[in-house]
C-alpha cells in the first residue's frame, strides 16, 4: 500500500482544514486507518483512528471534538477534518495503515505516507 497525504497548509487559528490520504492497492478496506503528527523537537503522537468499515474511530484528547476522521473505501481515501486549529496543532501530518482493525500504536502501523505540513498563525 502506498499512501499520499494532501491538504496541508497555513491556515489563521479557529480556522479549518481538511487532509486527505489517497491510497493504491485495491485492499485498502481491509487496513484500519489512523492519523499520527510530528510537531518540531517533539515524538510523533496520535491524532485519530478508524476502523476497516469506519464505524469506529478513536481520537486523542487533545483533538476530540475538532477533528473528525472519516473514510471512503471505494476511493481509498481517508480523511481528516480539522475545525478550530490551535497553534498546538501546527505539525507535519502523517497518515498510516495498519492490518489491525483500528489502532492509536504507531508501532502498529506498517505502511506510512510522506507527510504534509499544517502551519496555524495566531
Known amino acids: 500500500v502506498q499512501l499520499q497525504a494532501s491538504g496541508g497548509g497555513l491556515v489563521q487559528a479557529g480556522g479549518s482544514l481538511r487532509l486527505s490520504c489517497a491510497a493504491s492497492?485495491?485492499?485498502?478496506?481491509?487496513?484500519?486507518m489512523g492519523w499520527f503528527r510530528q510537531a518540531p523537537g517533539k515524538e510523533r503522537e496520535f491524532v485519530a483512528a478508524?476502523?476497516?468499515?469506519?464505524?469506529?474511530?478513536s481520537y486523542a484528547d487533545s483533538v476530540k471534538g475538532r477533528f473528525t476522521i472519516s473514510r471512503e473505501n471505494a476511493k481509498n481515501t481517508v480523511y481528516l477534518q480539522m475545525d478550530t486549529l490551535k497553534a498546538e496543532d501546527a505539525a507535519v501530518y502523517y497518515c498510516?495503515?495498519?492490518?489491525?482493525?483500528?489502532?492509536?500504536?504507531?508501532?502498529?502501523?506498517?505502511?506510512w505516507g510522506q507527510g504534509t505540513l499544517v502551519t496555524v498563525s495566531s
Open positions: 498510516a495503515a495498519t492490518t489491525m482493525i483500528i489502532s492509536v500504536s504507531p508501532s502498529s502501523y506498517v505502511y
Open positions: 492497492g485495491r485492499t485498502f478496506s481491509r487496513y484500519g
Open positions: 478508524i476502523s476497516w468499515s469506519g464505524t469506529s474511530t
